[in-house]
């Protein structure tokens, strides 16, 4: 057995997750340069292989947090992570990387997988990752929606919406609605040299879709590919333009392209279930598809109740709220780098 620790993404990684039916989109090699040029948290990419020639790989980050210690997570910011490959080679890395962690002094260990992995702890199951089967036909596909879906697309259409696709020319105003919305959610918004990284490094693989009222940018949505799924992770639209139904039509080009790419599932992304965002991806005939959270303290303890925090994030989301924009545009990405779901 043989164990590795990756300085960079290397070819093996690659084709380990080519190779892998069970590889997601935070498998992919370019989340390594992205997150550690973005917010500087240092990799645990590693890689194990055994006699019989099988590999797997496991992504993760150390996030070093002011007052609140080090996390080590597989993966920060991604709807996914954990091992890929062959499940005892996956159990191996785990192990590895608990030890790793443990080393270093971090406090815990967190981990998002599609499977159930044997951590000793039990998962959290409240968040579902939200996918679409997609027909190669885009007429079949507009068959299958929901006739409230249709009318709210053409609603959107006669109130003269557009939208435009692109790359990282359109990032620009992408973002300046995306810091908006993220302001009125109570929410701090992602570095833009991030999403900047995340456009350079995956090339014509990641996209950019804009929905405009006239010339005016009134949302958008960053889609990137990975093997046979198309996934957003980020889009927004202004909440004052939401009776003209511009996420409907954005949602809907970006299905479109799917089909049209070949593409077989089209991921909306996580959501707490009966959640506002739950419902909208449901609308669409979007089926759930588990996603286990993990949290491992990296040093027995006392069993005590856990304080209910809700309040007090409440509290600060109100507050982010009230922020000037300008501000919340300045501090909310050297927050965002330590806020890892």
Not at 224 to 238: G, H, M, Q
Not at 242 to 262: D, E, H, I, K, T
Not at 318 to 335: A, D, F, I, K, N
Request: some cysteine; charged content about 20%.
């Amino acid at each position: 057995m043989m164990i590795r620790s990756l300085p960079d993404s290397g070819r093996t990684w690659r084709r380990v997750v080519d190779a892998s039916p069970g590889a997601a989109l935070p498998h992919a090699p370019e989340w390594l340069p992205i997150i550690q040029g973005a917010y500087g948290h240092d990799p645990f990419y590693l890689s194990a292989e055994d006699g019989q020639g099988r590999s797997a790989v496991l992504p993760a980050f150390v996030v070093r947090r002011p007052f609140l210690g080090a996390v080590v997570t597989s993966m920060p910011f991604l709807d996914g992570g954990g091992p890929c490959g062959p499940a005892s080679l996956g159990r191996i890395l785990i192990e590895h990387l608990i030890a790793e962690a443990r080393g270093i002094g971090a406090k815990s260990i967190e981990f998002r997988s599609t499977e159930r992995l044997d951590l000793g702890v039990p998962p959290f199951e409240h968040k579902v990752n939200m996918t679409l089967a997609i027909p190669g036909d885009p007429d079949c596909l507009w068959r299958g929606l929901d006739k409230d879906v249709r009318y709210q697309i053409r609603k959107a259409e006669r109130a003269g919406l557009t939208v435009d696709a692109g790359g990282a020319e359109l990032l620009s105003p992408f973002y300046d609605v995306f810091t908006v919305r993220m302001r009125e959610l109570g929410s701090p918004v992602h570095a833009r040299r991030f999403l900047a990284s995340v456009l350079e490094h995956f090339g014509t693989r990641a996209r950019v879709l804009l929905v405009r009222q006239g010339l005016r940018v009134i949302g958008g949505l960053i889609a990137i590919a990975f093997k046979d799924r198309l996934t957003v992770p980020w889009a927004s639209c202004l909440k004052e333009c939401f009776s003209l139904c511009p996420n409907m039509l954005l949602y809907w080009a970006a299905l479109r392209q799917a089909s049209v790419g070949g593409f077989r599932r089209f991921e909306f992304g996580r959501s707490t279930r009966n959640s506002g965002t739950h419902r909208f991806k449901q609308q669409w005939g979007a089926e759930e598809e588990p996603l286990f959270c993990y949290s491992v303290p990296a040093a027995p303890s006392p069993v005590r109740v856990q304080p209910d925090r809700r309040a007090s994030i409440s509290f600060l989301s109100r507050t982010w709220q009230h922020l000037p924009l300008s501000l919340t545009r300045q501090v909310g990405p050297r927050l965002r780098g330590y806020l890892i779901q």
